[in-house]
């Protein structure tokens, strides 16, 4: 066993211990252990000895972000394989409450902290003959204990950033032993593939690209949901700005007022809370701009007016009615999804806060997407891109063609795990 092995064995029980005694002092960690208290026993109710053995696939994703990417990786591994049973673990309560109820998912379950018993006891009672973990979120005794049980590992639409903590010592050494659990590493890029092999020496990386692609375009050909806002937007260039907070809705709301009469505004806040859409009523009316919500669309929308959307789950196709794209985040801790609007060929713009997410960042380089950090840039940015046609479609073309040329991850992850699998014809 390797030293850094012996020394994360060493000191996680008691950090654990630490972390638990903080907990009457964090709602956060109080509530990480609340909702793994009789994790096992009600895990053992599920997985009682009495059933039949199947193929099982594990999947973990921290949260629901990382859901969304493996969520087509699910819907084609129970399309080929229906009697394959697949396992869907969440780090965080947001994307366990949000899809515990996946019904393409044969169990919905916390991951346990990562001790070694309760790695051991989780495989005892799951038996997964393959474990897929999305992107990142790596537990070292739950890999070791599944690796030592004969299960297949895969990391997919792993990412490794230029400058990341992995690369740095000591650190690398823990996540040098993490990686080579992997007996495949699923790149977003060729960039990733390659500090992949640079960094750890792995010749287990191979790009696949990222399935959110692939559903993100699944999503993209029904707009049903938002069709009939289409006649409520009048033949005339429209912004939607997607997951916004307070910062972005102070750059955005005064930059659009001087176009109010030509183009039009739907603001989709990340937070639909009543408060959160009467700030947003108050500022609109603060620059002299009407504002309607969804909610009262039937009340019409007048021809000036913004549209602000007081419902959750609609995003993605709201996308489907704009020319041009502001993607809220880029003034908090990162930028929100840059490739929904992207599938919809759309210009992209948003703040600086964007080097968690790859993508963003590459559609940067690609010249699909433009970043600011003053209003007047944003002025500048928005009055290019309402002016001038000709720009938008470049852009928006250049962000479609990123998006297509990364489709494909779901067929080639599926088929990987499915190579994986022995003794069923599916």
């Not at 979120?137 to 030592?148: F, M, P, Y």
């Not at 992949?196 to 559903?215: H, I, M, N, W, Y």
């Not at 944003?378 to 040329?405: C, E, F, K, M, P």
């Amino acid at each position: 066993m390797q030293p850094v092995v012996i020394l994360y064995k060493t000191l996680f029980p008691p950090l654990l211990a630490l972390a638990k005694a903080a907990s009457l002092f964090s709602p956060k960690l109080r509530q990480f252990f609340a909702v793994r208290k009789s994790l096992m026993q009600r895990l053992e109710q599920q997985l009682g000895s009495g059933q039949a053995k199947q193929f099982t696939i594990w999947i973990h994703a921290a949260s629901a972000g990382e859901f969304e990417q493996a969520r087509p990786v699910i819907t084609e591994l129970k399309q080929r394989c229906p009697e394959c049973r697949i396992a869907v673990s969440f780090q965080s309560v947001s994307g366990y409450s949000l899809r515990k109820d996946y019904p393409d998912a044969d169990l919905v379950f916390y991951h346990p902290a990562d001790t070694a018993r309760n790695a051991k006891k989780l495989i005892t009672l799951l038996k997964p003959d393959a474990v897929m973990v999305m992107r990142y979120d790596l537990w070292l005794n739950h890999l070791l204990e599944a690796s030592r049980h004969g299960a297949r590992l895969l990391l997919a639409a792993a990412v490794l950033h230029e400058h990341s903590s992995y690369t740095r010592m000591p650190v690398k050494l823990l996540y040098q032993a993490i990686f080579s659990l992997f007996h495949s590493i699923s790149t977003v890029s060729e960039d990733d593939r390659k500090r992949f092999e640079t960094a750890f020496g792995l010749g287990t990386a191979k790009v696949s690209g990222d399935p959110r692609c692939d559903q993100v375009l699944a999503r993209s050909r029904n707009s049903s949901a938002v069709e009939h806002l289409r006649q409520w937007l009048p033949n005339r260039t429209t912004i939607v700005a997607g997951s916004t907070w307070e910062p972005d809705e102070e750059r955005i709301i005064p930059v659009f007022a001087p176009h109010k009469e030509s183009a039009c505004l739907v603001i989709a806040p990340h937070d639909v809370s009543g408060a959160r859409i009467a700030s947003i009523e108050q500022l609109l009316a603060r620059h002299g701009i009407d504002s309607r919500r969804l909610s009262q669309i039937n009340e019409g929308l007048p021809a000036s007016a913004v549209l602000i959307i007081d419902t959750i789950g609609i995003l993605v196709e709201l996308y489907s009615l704009a020319s041009i794209a502001y993607v809220g985040g880029g003034f908090g801790i990162n930028v929100h999804n840059t490739l929904e609007p992207a599938v919809y060929g759309l210009p992209l713009i948003y703040g600086p806060n964007h080097r968690k997410s790859p993508e963003a960042e590459e559609l940067l380089q690609e010249g699909a997407a433009t970043t600011f950090n003053t209003t007047s840039e944003l002025a500048s940015i928005l009055d290019d891109l309402l002016t001038n046609g000709d720009l938008r479609q470049q852009r928006g073309t250049l962000a479609a063609t990123y998006v297509r040329n990364r489709l494909g991850a779901t067929r080639d992850i599926t088929r990987e795990l499915l190579g994986w699998k022995q003794g069923l014809t599916c």
